[in-house]
């Protein structure tokens, strides 16, 4: 018969305990040295006063909970946990699991109170008698003593770990002491489901549950004899008679466990004997996962404890908030959406294959709330084995979130951020430049946060353009083409420390961790033309900042929290801020529309729905790094290709020549050597459609003439009278540059004809023209042609003079 709750309480018994206790006492008082009989005078006495001075109360903390999370649709991602466990309620746990434990362990649970008399007295005989140390402990002192070991765990006490275990009197009355308090806190019921649930099974198993789901795969409702009665074997000895590693031993202890019921009469002789015949079928076991490495998505579920371990809402310290996430029972949904993460790892993993000695990658952020709609990367296994393409890192993301410290230079993508400066600053899209190539730098000037420097002659810097587009040309066509020396001008203009400071508001960080504002990136020209390796999941972040009109948001993964009693905890915010205005976000995606029209070097990754959007191609010196960072108003992405310079054919010290241009991948594809054709057309591009898919198209905003995006008017010094070297530094001073050029005139070749512009306004780092004599134009045979030289020689004033007088 199954045992039935009884709460023993007589006058009797009470005696009969503190009698028991009072010769436990007794015998710590006399050193183990005094007969039982002699307690009865001054043992007594001693035993009350010993046993008084023991503390009592008794508080069990919460169970060590494993915690569970879930991507958007409810699918388990991961679990973490130190300890195995999923807590049931009495009622959910099968009442033959209930019987076969108490058979073993404590039959008389519910006759007696905290304290089992026959044991103890058992145990107190034995040992006086130089036997080996005997248990006798009732399920209540054996939880109590489970409780003080997984507090001594939580700690990390392992002195107090074995303090709890050790087979000493002195501990077993405390934790006498401490069950009978807890006894008159709690009834049979809720301590028996506690047990239950804290008992360590073996094989990593804590709990019944747990237990259950391990061993049988099943659940602790659904128990069948044979199981709950190997289960409760397990509790005295659950490593030496783990049955995934002892079967014979296991099968031993379950039978002991069937002949105790039978024996007590909770189950008849043939039901044991029935379930004896029962072998332990080993194929059920089930492993159950811990941690990220056998996560669906690896590097997300990194991503996602990165983030939990800096939240304070879960504990102080860090190792508080490890504590919390692996003991604390959480629940985590996530934003993580699987068809379009599935699909920004298709279309890095169509690309880019995982043995290859390339690293690809495709970050997607919604703009204006930080969340990740995507993050792959081409190694997309978490683990050791670099011959089988596996990884540790999580390319995409910044190193204080599990990122790689080496990351990738960004290339041309970096020009967005020196746009962006430049508009805030007041320089006009339609300023423009000779972008000659290559373009000497040597001995000229920079503007720093911390200064002014000289590039010397003795360390010459001569960069040159790589599209083949040079020539006078403004923002916008600069962009379109990528175009090099345009942007070390215009970044010369401005200076650095608006590219750098605009860089950091728009939260793109160095892959090495430090703040770029305090990095060697901060004094060197080369900034725009991307030569920091940084954080593709950061660019992203950058350009989101963008599409969503100058708000910038951290990068956000985790949706809600919740503990296990309910409550909900606030999760990592993604901070949204405005960093820059929304004239100065709509000058940029204006100019980056026009990187994917037909003939720009963005053209290849454009949709083909026809929606808006922008986008910037990236490619840095010798190939090594295929970069294409585009948005719509909806959502922004960053795809990458980049040499892996741990492996040949990159690896330091053994270039290839051209890069990663005509290099053929395992998936067959041969690289093009450009952002826009492979990262752009070859990840970018399948990985936003299939985001996109059903998201009805949103416009941008249009742009406006403002004063901000249009460049802020300025006058124009009046210099007439001035020499032309004092009339230059008073333009230069007042910001505007100052470009020689020359036209055909009656005049000497060589002689100064004036400025383009005296007085009036101009908008801010406007070019005035300082114009010189070309000589006499050539004579011609007919008068055509000189209608046309003359044509031309017109053009060639107005493009330097007119468009500035036009206002941009």
């Known amino acids: 018969m199954p045992f039935s709750p009884k709460r023993a309480g007589s006058v009797a018994y009470s005696a009969v305990m503190f009698l028991v206790v009072s010769m436990v006492a007794g015998l710590l008082v006399a050193g183990l040295a005094v007969p039982v009989a002699a307690m009865a005078g001054v043992g007594g006495r001693a035993a009350v006063k010993t046993v008084d001075d023991l503390p009592q109360d008794f508080t069990a903390p919460p169970q060590a909970m494993k915690t569970k999370v879930t991507m958007a649709d409810g699918e388990t991602l991961a679990y973490f946990y130190d300890q195995d466990r999923v807590y049931k309620s009495l009622s959910d746990i099968a009442p033959i699991m209930r019987d076969a434990q108490l058979a073993i362990e404590d039959h008389r649970f519910y006759q007696h109170g905290a304290l089992d008399v026959q044991g103890t007295l058992r145990a107190l005989v034995n040992n006086a008698a130089g036997g080996a140390t005997q248990g006798g402990s009732s399920i209540t002192q054996q939880y109590v003593k489970m409780v003080r070991v997984q507090e001594a765990q939580l700690a990390g006490d392992e002195n107090g770990v074995k303090a709890a275990q050790d087979e000493t009197?002195?501990?077993?009355?405390?934790?006498?002491?401490?069950?009978?308090?807890?006894?008159?806190?709690?009834?049979?019921?809720?301590?028996?489901?506690?047990?239950?649930?804290?008992?360590?099974?073996?094989?990593?198993?804590?709990?019944?549950?747990?237990?259950?789901?391990?061993?049988?795969?099943?659940?602790?409702?659904?128990?069948?004899?044979?199981?709950?009665?190997?289960?409760?074997?397990?509790?005295?000895?659950?490593?030496?008679?783990?049955?995934?590693?002892?079967?014979?031993?296991?099968?031993?202890?379950?039978?002991?466990?069937?002949?105790?019921?039978?024996?007590?009469?909770?189950?008849?002789?043939?039901?044991?004997?029935?379930?004896?015949?029962?072998?332990?079928?080993?194929?059920?076991?089930?492993?159950?996962?811990?941690?990220?490495?056998?996560?669906?998505?690896?590097?997300?579920?990194?991503?996602?404890?990165?983030s939990l371990l800096k939240l304070p809402a879960l504990g102080k310290t860090q190792q508080d908030r490890i504590n919390t996430i692996k003991r604390g029972g959480l629940t985590i949904k996530t934003a993580i959406d699987p068809k379009t993460q599935d699909a920004a790892q298709k279309a890095v993993s169509d690309y880019v294959g995982p043995k290859d000695p390339v690293i690809a990658t495709m970050s997607m952020i919604q703009p204006g709330t930080g969340l990740i709609i995507g993050m792959a990367q081409s190694?997309?296994?978490?683990?050791a084995s670099v011959k089988h393409g596996h990884t540790y890192y999580d390319y995409p993301a910044p190193p204080d979130l599990g990122g790689s410290s080496g990351g990738f230079q960004s290339g041309s993508t970096f020009k967005a951020i020196t746009i962006a400066a430049a508009l805030e600053e007041g320089v006009s899209p339609s300023k423009t430049y000779d972008a000659k190539s290559p373009m000497s730098f040597t001995g000229t000037t920079w503007k720093t946060c911390d200064g002014n420097f000289t590039i010397p002659s003795s360390d010459p810097?001569?960069?040159?353009?790589?599209?083949?587009?040079?020539?006078?040309?403004?923002?916008?066509?600069?962009?379109?083409?990528?175009?090099?020396?345009?942007?070390?001008?215009?970044?010369?203009?401005?200076g650095l420390c608006p590219v750098v400071k605009m860089a950091s508001r728009l939260g793109v960080k160095l892959a090495s961790g430090q703040p770029i504002e305090k990095s060697n990136y901060a004094a060197a020209p080369s900034l725009t033309l991307g030569v920091a390796n940084i954080a593709p999941l950061s660019l992203a972040e950058a350009y989101a900042t963008f599409a969503a009109r100058g708000i910038r948001c951290d990068p956000i993964i985790i949706d809600s929290i919740t503990t296990a009693q309910g409550k909900k905890i606030d999760p990592p915010s993604a901070n949204c801020k405005r960093v820059i205005s929304k004239d100065v976000a709509d000058g940029v995606n204006s100019i980056l529309q026009d990187v994917m029209k037909p003939g720009a070097t963005g053209y290849p990754a454009k949709l083909d729905d026809g929606r808006p959007e922008a986008g910037k191609t990236g490619t840095t010196n010798d190939n090594q790094a295929l970069w294409f960072a585009g948005y719509t108003p909806d959502l922004a992405g960053v795809a990458s290709i980049a040499e892996d310079v741990t492996q040949k054919p990159f690896k330091h010290g053994h270039v290839r020549d051209g890069g990663l241009e005509y290099y053929q991948l395992d998936t067959g594809k041969v690289l093009q050597g450009t952002g826009g054709g492979d990262a752009g057309s070859g990840i970018w591009k399948p990985a936003m459609t299939a985001a996109l898919d059903g998201v009805d198209p949103t416009d941008f905003h249009a742009y406006k003439n403002s004063d901000t995006t249009d460049g802020h008017?300025?006058?124009?010094?009046?210099?007439?009278?001035?020499?032309?070297?004092?009339?230059?530094k008073k333009?230069?001073?007042?910001?505007?540059?100052?470009?020689p050029t020359s036209t055909y005139n009656n005049a000497a070749q060589g002689t100064f004809l004036g400025f383009s512009q005296y007085g009036g306004e101009l908008p801010k780092f406007s070019t005035i023209y300082a114009i010189y004599s070309a000589g006499p134009a050539p004579k011609q045979k007919s008068d055509n042609k000189k209608s046309d030289s003359k044509k031309g020689g017109g053009d060639s004033k107005k493009s330097g003079g007119g468009k500035h007088k036009k206002g941009h």
Request: proline residues 4%; charged residues 25%; glycine residues 6%.
């Open 731 to 739: 333009l230069e001073d007042a910001g505007f540059s100052v470009v």
């Open 379 to 383: 190694r997309p296994v978490m683990g």
């Open 713 to 728: 008017k300025v006058d124009v010094p009046d210099v007439q009278g001035l020499s032309i070297d004092k009339a230059t």
């Open 169 to 306: 009197l002195s501990r077993k009355v405390q934790e006498l002491k401490y069950a009978i308090g807890l006894e008159k806190k709690l009834s049979k019921d809720q301590i028996l489901e506690r047990y239950l649930n804290i008992a360590y099974y073996g094989d990593g198993a804590y709990g019944v549950e747990a237990a259950a789901r391990h061993y049988f795969d099943t659940s602790a409702k659904k128990l069948t004899l044979p199981e709950a009665a190997m289960l409760a074997g397990l509790v005295q000895s659950p490593d030496s008679d783990n049955p995934v590693y002892h079967e014979q031993a296991a099968i031993a202890r379950r039978n002991v466990v069937l002949d105790r019921m039978a024996e007590l009469n909770v189950i008849t002789a043939q039901d044991a004997a029935k379930a004896k015949k029962v072998k332990f079928d080993s194929s059920k076991v089930k492993s159950s996962p811990n941690g990220c490495i056998s996560s669906r998505y690896p590097f997300l579920c990194t991503y996602v404890y990165d």
């Open 461 to 494: 810097y001569v960069p040159k353009n790589s599209t083949g587009v040079n020539g006078t040309m403004d923002m916008r066509k600069a962009a379109q083409y990528s175009v090099n020396t345009y942007f070390l001008q215009l970044e010369h203009t401005i």
